[in-house]
């Protein structure tokens, strides 16, 4: 049986019996409307629109379980490749260059695979992290010699342990420099470098003691330490130049060094390389210091460089030709050190208003002509050098010149004309030269202040050098060929304080001396001078100095000199006044610090009214008719008594023992004179004349006999008092012989001056043993006239002074010529002196800090 066909199944549609397509029918499938009466009879409300929010909230969760890991694990991977950037500037694309500057680079090497897979599948041991010391040296290398960072006893080497550890931990910089490193790079490129410069600094200049400390720096400034390098300073406030200066290290705004400010301050060492590291350096003011060693070349790269100043120290060499390429200096000075060769071409620092090479001692040479196109330059000072030559006429190419000193030089030739056209020049100082001829050059100067002509070979009249100058203050032409009379315009002129025609061929009479309160020194010693002295000289109200010694005065000694009570230093040695006992009108001079009458025909005894002149250093009576015995009481306060000379008298009896007992006694001077013994205990008086060699600590003469005692050794025949180095009859000793003639034993007067900032003139007289065993510094009797402000060690214009309170050092008070290390100044070229804001010749005004 066979079973009915199928009906056929279809879906896409069926065809009728004509053979016509038909839509398809679905029976067993609910209509639209069921569907939807059906669903909306049997589902709860809202059921379908949360059944679609579910659907999509898990899709959003599967979504997020599979992105989360990625992310985290993204994220440390970018960790781990920041940190390698940081850590290693050799990775990451960076390019590396080793080797010193200069030396050929090796190939370049960049990363070329993706960060993610540097970071943890192809990292090889070689390319492991370096550590911050390994930095620093491959960093640092480039810098300083890389040898010196290897050997531990140099400031290189010390200086990178430092910073290594600094507390600051700066972060060292990539070696292909500040670029791609991101904001704030700039910083921390310089910051680097200038710490390290400076530490370099530190350690080149310190003296190392046990356990890396040092000790003499007179002031740290807090190098070192944990602050910003901008902050290794103290501020000085500097009252009278009403300004504030950073002593030590200052910075501009942008945090780079541009002042290392440290005079005075102990260093000790050479000058490093490194600090060409400081490029914005404009300051650079180490001087009086112990430095040594040479300049370094890397100098030449201090480019905006406008002050340099490294006066009193021992630095050496030839002074470089790259200064000629620091074309923004302004102020130099290498004053007091001991550079040799010749003065280097200069002509390209046209803003450069002071230039001080003096007390070189070594150089040697002609002043280049190429200075002469220095026309800003204000301050030249060569003194103290070998130089020589004649003057070139280019100095009259500096026109702004207000201070030209040539002191002790060789120079020889005329003055040139052409230096009238330097018309604004206030202080010449031509001394101790080899020049010649008149002096009409100088006529068309007419703001000169100070004038130091002495010891040249200057002839003709002295008419050109009072005609002009109005404004003069000091004139010192001693010692040439000068020829006249003494003009008596000179005591007129409302501004001279010192007046000194010593050692020329002045003759006449004085004149009749007006009415001066100004003039303070006069010195016409050795000349021609005739006739009685004028009573009127006591007009000179002012005077503190009169010497008017080895000229041909006759007469009385007038009794007017009585009323000139600012004496300090009287001289009428070698005249021919009428005989007579000393004058009464002394007593009234107790200002007196010395007191020479040698072979003025004095007779009578020493008087006792002579007591009251307690301040007295130097007595020179020798030459005389004195007589009779020595009255101790008259010296026995005289408690500064130095040089005595009582030779050539006919004084007699006992020596007494108060001269044995005088604190500052060092010469003492007998023979000649009918003595017959010492008093009792006289060797062993415990005064500084017969104190053994051996107890004077503070003495540093090779003269196993620091002191002179002479004396007629015939009148303690057979055997003359232990303590008396010197006899008066021993031809055998020609040092001595020439002291008996007294030819030697003439007390020749210098005068040290300083101009200060209002224009006040100051000097001190130092007399000196001309021959003889006391011809030294130390010979020298420090005093001051009329506590005048020698402007070096005071605390009210002093500027490389005792301003800090500093109780432990106790040498560096700078009085001149005082028996401390070697700190003194005694030079008188104007150099530390109160110049600080004086626009004529300051050295240190405010432009040094602007």
């Known amino acids: 049986m066979s079973s009915p066909p199928a009906e056929p199944t279809t879906f896409d549609g069926e065809y009728d019996e004509a053979g016509t397509m038909q839509p398809p029918v679905h029976d067993q499938l609910p209509s639209l409307e069921e569907v939807h009466q059906k669903s909306t009879l049997d589902l709860p409300s809202g059921t379908f629109e949360e059944t679609k929010n579910t659907s999509r909230r898990r899709t959003w969760g599967y979504g997020l379980a599979i992105a989360i890991p990625f992310v985290i ?91 290594v550890g600094d507390f600051q931990a700066l972060d060292v910089p990539a070696l292909d420099g500040i670029g791609n490193i991101g904001p704030g790079s700039a910083e921390r490129e310089h910051r680097f470098p200038q710490r390290y410069a400076l530490a370099v600094l530190y350690y080149a200049m310190a003296e190392l003691l046990q356990y890396k400390d040092t000790d003499n720096w007179r002031r740290e400034f807090d190098f070192l330490s944990r602050k910003n390098e901008c902050e ?188 009238e056209k330097c018309v604004h020049l206030k202080n010449l100082y031509l001394d101790d030269n080899e020049l010649t001829g008149e002096l009409t050059a100088l006529k068309s100067l007419p703001f000169l202040e100070g004038l130091f002509l002495e010891n040249n070979k200057f002839e003709g009249g002295i008419g050109t050098l ?44 004085l004149p009749i001396f007006p009415p001066n309160d100004v003039l303070e020194y006069l010195a ?68 007196l610090r010395e007191l020479s009458l040698r072979n003025t025909r004095l007779t009578g005894t020493i008087p006792y009214w002579m007591q009251v002149l307690k301040g007295l250093v130097l007595l020179d009576l020798g030459g005389n008719v004195l007589e009779g015995e020595l009255p101790a009481q008259v010296f026995s306060e005289m408690k500064n008594l130095t040089f005595v000379q009582f030779s050539d008298n006919s004084l007699q009896g006992m020596m007494p023992k108060v001269f044995a007992e005088l604190p500052a006694l060092r010469m003492f001077m007998m023979e000649g004179n009918s003595f017959t013994a010492l008093e009792d205990g006289f060797c062993d008086g415990g005064g500084n004349l017969v104190t053994p060699k051996a107890k004077l600590s503070h003495y540093n003469s090779p003269n196993p006999n620091p002191n002179i005692f002479s004396g007629d050794c015939e009148s303690f025949f057979p055997n003359p008092p232990r303590c008396m180095n010197q006899c008066g009859s021993d031809q055998t000793n020609p040092e001595l012989k020439e002291l008996l003639t007294g030819h030697d034993l003439e007390w020749d007067h210098t005068y040290g001056y300083w101009f200060s900032s209002n224009e006040r003139i100051v000097y001190d007289v130092r007399p000196m043993v001309a021959a003889g065993e006391l011809a030294t510094k130390d010979s020298y009797a420090q005093y001051n006239i009329q506590d005048l402000d020698y402007g070096i060690d005071d605390d009210d214009d002093g500027y490389f002074d005792d301003d800090f309170d500093d109780d432990e050092d106790q040498d560096d008070d700078d009085v001149i010529g005082a028996d401390d290390d070697d700190d003194d100044d005694d030079f008188d070229d104007d150099f530390f002196d109160d110049d600080i804001d004086d626009d004529d010749d300051d050295f240190f005004d405010d432009d040094d800090f602007d």
């Open 524 to 591: 016409l010693q050795n000349n021609a001078f005739s006739d009685d002295l004028p009573a009127y000289v006591s007009n000179l109200r002012a005077l503190t100095h009169l010497d008017l010694s080895s000229n041909s005065l006759t007469g009385m000694i007038p009794e007017s000199l009585g009323s000139m009570d600012l004496l300090t230093y009287l001289s009428l040695s070698k005249n021919e006044f009428a005989p007579a006992p000393l004058p009464a009108f002394l007593q009234s001079l107790t200002a």
């Open 73 to 163: 694990f993204g994220a440390i991977i970018a960790i781990v490749l920041v940190m390698n950037k940081a850590n290693n500037p050799e990775e990451l694309g960076a390019t590396v260059t080793v080797g010193r500057p200069g030396a050929a680079s090796p190939p370049q090497v960049r990363a070329t695979a993706p960060p993610t897979v540097r970071a943890r599948a192809t990292r090889t041991p070689t390319a492991r992290t370096k550590t911050r010391r390994e930095r620093a040296v491959a960093y640092l290398g480039l810098l300083s010699d890389p040898a010196l960072l290897e050997d531990d006893t140099t400031p290189q080497a010390r200086a990178l342990e430092w910073i």
């Open 232 to 419: 290794w300073h103290e501020e000085l406030e500097y009252v009278e130049a009403e300004q504030v200066i950073d002593y030590g290290v200052a910075c501009d705004w942008q945090g780079r060094v541009t002042s290392i400010y440290m005079p005075k301050n102990r260093l000790e060492g050479t000058i490093p390389p490194e600090i060409a590291l400081l490029s914005q350096l404009k300051v650079l003011n180490l001087s009086e210091n112990r430095l040594s060693g040479e300049l370094p070349p890397e100098m030449s790269n201090l480019l905006n460089l406008e002050v340099f100043l490294v006066a009193m120290n021992d630095i050496s060499g030839t002074i470089p030709d790259y200064l000629n390429a620091l074309t923004k200096l302004k102020k130099v000075s290498l004053l007091d050190n001991m550079f040799t060769g010749t003065l280097p071409d200069l002509g390209n620092l046209k803003q450069l208003t002071h230039l001080d090479l003096s007390n070189n001692m070594d150089l040697q040479g002609t002043i280049p002509a190429s200075w002469g196109e220095l026309g800003a330059l204000r301050g030249l000072f060569l003194s103290f050098n070998d130089l020589d030559g004649t003057l070139p006429a280019q100095l009259g190419g500096m026109k702004n010149l207000r201070d030209l000193r040539l002191t002790s030089n060789i120079f020889e030739g005329t003055i040139p004309d052409d230096l």
């Open 466 to 509: 009072f005609e002009y100058f109005d404004d003069l203050v000091i004139l010192d032409a001693s010692n040439n060929k000068l020829r006249g009379t003494l003009p008596l315009e000179f005591f007129k002129k409302d501004k001279l304080k010192v007046l000194d025609l010593s050692g020329n061929r002045l003759e006449g009479v």
